[in-house]
DNA sequence: ACCGTCGTACGATGCTCATCGTACATGACG
DNA sequence: CGTCATGTACGATGAGCATCGTACGACGGT
């Protein structure tokens, strides 16, 4: 069961801050969202690690920049944020970017930062 | 067989402009050039129309942004430019793109703009 | 109650870049 | 040879935005 409470949902025993129905996302934002290296970065780590905080990402930037960063991947759809305590988890949206912008997500993790690696 | 003249190149009857190989090409870069929304069209278009030139597709800016634009693709790899006469027709590097980044291009030309449509 | 941590809001700043107008080189056409 | 179209180079301009510092509210631990 899902309510909504002041623009924040509530899911079991965690609440969630707002986030976009992924069918009224256009895939142009998406690519904004992924275009900043930085960000792109951090889809990487969050893509590896499970979860991340604002604190806990390593990036080369300042805590209040990387909160930017969050906030600009959860209106474009691609994270979704959990509140625990005085934390904030945020996490990919794998399963619903998958079935709206099917091998979108899949193509860009799978891709090399620069050429191909070889092996042995 | 390809010859490389001045930084063209000529490809049996056809002459290239330079453009950097795949393999060498950051998805960072792709994706940068891929979130501007007039480059977005200009892909489309291309995917759509198969060739395009400066002139002939239709987006709502000027010539020389147009021009600008392709040049910004082409720089990143996302297209090819052929001359012929007088003119330069760019086409989408679909089959390398599909082998550098499986599932990128296919996924953003298969999104639709907005809200999928509800079909029957 | 006190203090440290966490995240965000806000304003300022500097840089990137999309856009345009213009000028120019090249090729097609008569 | 003159004329027109095509595309690009170049400089100017304006907007968007990434980044930071600071301040503030919220929560946890002691």
New interface residues.
């Given amino acids: 069961m899902t309510i909504r409470v002041e623009g924040m949902m509530r899911d079991s025993q965690d609440t969630w801050l707002p986030q976009p129905d992924l069918?009224?996302?256009?895939?142009?934002e998406v690519?904004?969202a992924?275009?900043d290296?930085v960000r792109?970065q951090i889809v990487r780590l969050l893509a590896a690690a499970g979860e991340g905080s604002c604190t806990s990402l390593d990036v080369p930037v300042k805590r209040s920049t990387v909160s930017h960063h969050l906030r600009t991947l959860r209106e474009s759809g691609v994270v979704a944020t959990r509140l625990v305590g005085n934390t904030r988890l945020s996490r990919l949206r794998t399963a619903e970017l998958e079935e709206?912008?099917?091998?979108?997500l899949?193509?860009?993790l799978?891709?090399t930062?620069?050429?191909?690696q070889l092996v042995g």
């Fill in positions: 069918d009224e996302v256009d895939i142009g690519l904004q992924l275009a290296p792109l709206r912008f099917p091998g979108l899949v193509s860009i799978a891709a930062p620069r050429a191909r």
